[in-house]
C-alpha cells in the first residue's frame, strides 16, 4: 500500500512539472538568447560576443564559448522543442540539487520541518529561474554536487564538476579558498587542471588561435567592460548593487530597454567610484572575516578530535569526529555560499536559488539541536521561510519593484550569513556527528 502511494504521488509530480513546463516555456526570457547565439552559430558565426549575435545589446552571449558548444544538439531542435528540453533538464538538476543536499545531511539530518521550511525559503527562487530559463541553475547543481563529491572524496569527479560550474558562472570561484583553508592542494591543482582543459576544448571547433580570441574578448566584455549590463541587466542584489543604490544617485531612466519604474532609495550622493571603495573593503573584510571563522572553527574541532582519541575508552563520547561530520561541512560551506552572493560583483535575484544549500544546512542543524544557538537558527529559518512566501504575493508591481531596489533578498542573505556565523561561533561542539551527518570514507 505503501509502495502504491509512492507510486501515485510519483506519477502526479510527473504530471505537475509536465504542465507547469508548457505554462513556464511559453514565456522564457534568458534561454531564447541561448538558442538564438545556437543558431547564429549554426549559420557559421563565430563572433559569440557581437551585439547582433544574439537578441542585442542588452539580452546579449555573455558566456565562454565551451557553453555553447555543450549544448549544440539543443540548437538543432525547433525552439518550442528545445525550450521544453532545457526546462526538463532544468528539474533534473533541481532534483539532483535535492539529492546531494539529503546525502550530505542523512536521513536524520532532512526532516519534513526542514524540507518545509527549506521549501518556503527559497521556491520563489527557483520558480523564478524555470521562467526565467538561466543557465545559473546548471552552474549551482554543478557546484552543489561537486561539494558533495568533495567531501566523500572523489576528488576527481569534484574537480571536474567545480572546474565546470566555474567555466559556465564565475563566481563559484569564490567557494575556492575553502579547499584552501582544508589544505586539499591536489583537489585544487585538479580543478585547475580542468579549467584549463575545459576553456580550450573549443579549440576543437573555432581552432586554437580563434579559441584564445574569443575568451580574451569575453573576459573583457563580462568581466572587465560590465558597467553597461550591470547599468541595464537585472538589479544588483550583492553588497556593490546595495551600496550603489544606497550610496549613489541611480538613474534608471537611462536604462535602454525601457525598464526604468524603480524608485531611488539612497540616503546620500557618493560618487560610484565611492561606493565601490567601500565595497570593496566591507566585502574583503566580511569575506576574511568567514574564512578565518571557518579556520578556526576547524582548528579546534581538530584539537578536541586529538583530545578524544587520546582519551580513556570509557569516557569517549559515543559520536563522529566533529570535522567527520557532514552536517558541520554543510555549514562551512553553507557560510562560502552565503558570502559568495554577498561579496560578489554581479548577484541578481535568481542566483538566490544557490540559499537552499545554507538554509537546508541552518535549518537542519536548527531542528536537530537544543540551546541559544539553535533556537536562533530556528527564527533566522521561519522568518526566511514566512518573509520569502509573503512577500512576492503582495499585489502591485511598484511594491515589488520597491522591495527589489530597497535589496530584500539582499538583507535575506545577510540575515542567513550572521545565523550561520553565529552557529559556527557557538555551536561548534554542539553539532551532532552521528544524529544527522553521514560518516566520510577514510582519505
Known amino acids: 500500500m505503501k509502495n502504491k502511494s509512492r507510486i501515485l504521488i510519483l506519477i502526479a509530480l510527473v504530471i505537475g512539472f509536465a504542465l507547469l513546463g508548457l505554462l513556464l516555456t511559453r514565456n522564457l526570457i534568458d534561454f531564447p538568447v541561448y538558442y538564438w547565439s545556437g543558431q547564429s552559430l549554426l549559420s557559421g558565426r563565430t563572433d559569440l560576443y557581437a551585439p547582433d549575435f544574439a537578441r542585442g545589446r542588452v539580452m546579449d552571449y555573455r558566456y565562454p564559448p565551451l557553453f555553447l558548444l555543450l549544448f549544440y544538439p ?3 531542435l525547433p525552439y518550442k522543442e528545445a525550450s521544453y528540453v532545457w526546462y ?8 539532483g540539487i535535492a539529492f546531494a543536499i539529503k546525502g550530505m545531511l542523512g536521513v536524520g539530518g532532512i526532516s519534513r520541518k526542514v524540507w518545509l521550511v527549506t521549501f518556503f525559503a527559497v521556491a520563489q527562487y527557483f520558480v523564478m529561474i524555470l521562467h526565467y530559463g538561466n543557465a545559473h541553475l546548471l ?3 554543478l557546484l552543489f554536487a561537486g561539494l558533495y563529491c568533495y567531501y566523500y572524496r572523489k576528488d576527481y569527479v569534484a574537480a571536474a564538476l567545480v572546474g565546470l560550474s566555474i567555466t559556465i558562472k564565475l563566481t ?3 567557494i575556492l579558498p575553502y579547499f584552501v583553508l582544508k589544505k586539499r592542494w591536489g583537489l585544487l591543482l585538479t580543478v585547475a587542471g580542468f579549467l584549463v582543459v575545459f576553456n580550450l576544448l573549443p579549440s576543437v571547433y573555432f581552432g586554437f588561435d580563434r579559441n584564445l580570441a574569443l575568451l580574451e574578448k569575453w573576459f573583457r566584455h563580462v568581466v572587465v567592460d560590465q558597467e553597461f549590463h550591470e547599468s541595464n541587466g537585472p538589479i544588483n542584489l550583492s553588497l556593490k548593487g546595495q551600496l550603489r543604490r544606497y550610496l549613489t544617485e541611480v538613474d534608471y531612466s537611462k536604462r535602454v530597454d525601457g525598464d526604468t519604474r524603480y524608485q531611488a532609495v539612497n540616503v546620500t550622493s557618493l560618487s560610484t567610484a565611492e561606493s565601490d571603495f567601500f565595497w570593496f573593503g566591507i566585502g574583503a573584510a566580511v ?4 574564512l578565518i571563522l571557518i579556520w578556526r ?5 581538530e584539537r578536541d578530535a586529538q583530545a578524544t582519541e587520546n582519551a580513556p575508552s570509557v569516557i569517549r563520547p559515543l559520536r563522529d569526529s566533529a570535522d567527520d561530520s557532514s552536517r558541520q561541512v554543510m555549514l562551512d560551506l553553507g557560510l562560502m555560499v552565503c558570502l559568495m552572493l554577498f ?7 535568481i542566483y538566490f536559488t544557490a540559499l537552499v544549500w545554507p538554509v537546508a544546512a541552518l535549518a537542519s542543524y536548527a531542528f536537530t539541536n537544543n540551546g541559544p544557538a539553535a533556537s536562533l537558527a530556528r527564527r533566522v529559518v521561519v522568518i526566511v521561510a514566512v518573509t520569502n512566501s509573503v512577500l512576492p504575493l503582495l499585489p502591485g508591481s511598484s511594491i515589488q519593484r520597491l522591495l527589489l531596489v530597497a535589496g530584500l533578498d539582499f538583507f535575506v542573505n545577510l540575515l542567513l550569513t550572521a545565523a550561520l556565523g553565529y552557529v559556527l561561533v557557538s555551536a561548534r561542539r554542539s553539532i ?3 544524529g544527522g551527518g553521514l560518516q566520510r570514507p577514510a582519505p
Open 172 to 174: 563559484p570561484i569564490l
Open 287 to 290: 569575506y576574511l572575516c568567514g
Open 139 to 141: 552552474a549551482i547543481f
Open 74 to 76: 539543443l540548437w538543432l
Open 432 to 434: 551532532r556527528g552521528s
Open 297 to 301: 572553527g576547524g582548528r579546534i574541532r
Open 88 to 95: 526538463g533538464l532544468s528539474i533534473l538538476q533541481i532534483i
Open 343 to 349: 561579496v560578489g560583483p554581479l548577484t541578481s535575484k
